[in-house]
């Protein structure tokens, strides 16, 4: 069983699109992440959110609007799209944020996002 | 805030060798530091987890260390082998995030 699954894996479309990435932990961890990799393989934190949550907004654009169902789930809504948003995204999970001492993560495959 | 570097950026070296991996951040106050494999195209994965009180950790070929004082980590990878070629990344997490590395691109040639 997949323990942090993304889809969908590739994602190409045109700039000004709205778009939507879904993450899903099967751990029950209680934290989760949105990182973005860029060109040159850099991986930068997004979002965190704890018990659904958000914790950590990395002054990410607006545009930019993570959502949390539940503990398991945190989807990644793109507006308008740009050419500049074209990256790798990964999801993450960890057990827990606040005093974590053995907060390890596990990383979803990534979704490839390529803005045409 | 906290910043990751890893040295060398690309390494290449022939089957069989040892080999070390560096890693150093500037803040010391960390929980645990983390180190991963990422193959071309795929995600991350998982290799050790050093906690902060903790000097090393082993898993089979590979042991990584930690000095938080000097604010430095080292992944060793002992008998390298073809099939260790990837793109290894250290990650910190202090301040409710990880920060990473950009990684050390890793060819072992057969």
């Known amino acids: 069983d997949t323990a942090v699954s993304q889809t969908p894996k590739y994602l190409v479309t045109q700039m000004g699109n709205d778009k939507s990435i879904k993450c899903e932990q099967n751990?029950?961890?209680?934290?989760m992440y949105w990182y973005k990799q860029d060109s040159k393989k850099f991986l930068k934190i997004m979002f965190s959110?704890?018990?659904?949550?958000?914790?950590i907004n990395e002054t990410v654009p607006n545009r930019f609007s993570p959502k949390s169902p539940d503990k398991a789930h945190l989807n990644l809504h793109i507006n308008s799209l740009e050419l500049g948003d074209s990256a790798v995204y990964f999801c993450?999970?960890?057990?827990?944020?606040?005093?974590?001492?053995?907060?390890?993560?596990?990383f979803g495959q990534g979704t490839r996002l390529t803005v045409v | 805030k906290q910043e990751v570097t890893q040295i060398p950026a690309a390494l290449s070296v022939p089957e069989g060798e040892n080999l070390v991996l560096n890693c150093s951040f500037t803040?010391?106050?960390?929980?645990?530091l983390q180190w991963f494999r990422q193959d071309p195209g795929k995600g991350l994965t998982s290799l050790l987890l050093?906690?902060?009180?903790?000097r090393e950790q082993t898993s089979g070929r590979l042991n990584a260390s930690l000095d938080k004082s000097s604010g430095r980590s080292t992944l060793y990878i002992a008998a390298s082998q073809p099939g260790d070629s990837a793109t290894y990344l250290c990650?910190?997490?202090?301040?409710?995030?990880?920060?990473f590395g950009s990684g050390t691109k890793l060819n072992v040639k057969p």
């Open positions: 751990l029950g961890h209680d934290t």
């Open positions: 959110y704890n018990n659904k949550e958000l914790i």
């Open positions: 803040d010391s106050a960390i929980y645990n």
């Open positions: 050093i906690q902060s009180s903790q």
């Open positions: 990650a910190v997490y202090n301040f409710n995030k990880f920060y």
């Open positions: 993450a999970s960890s057990p827990r944020l606040v005093g974590a001492m053995n907060t390890e993560a596990f």
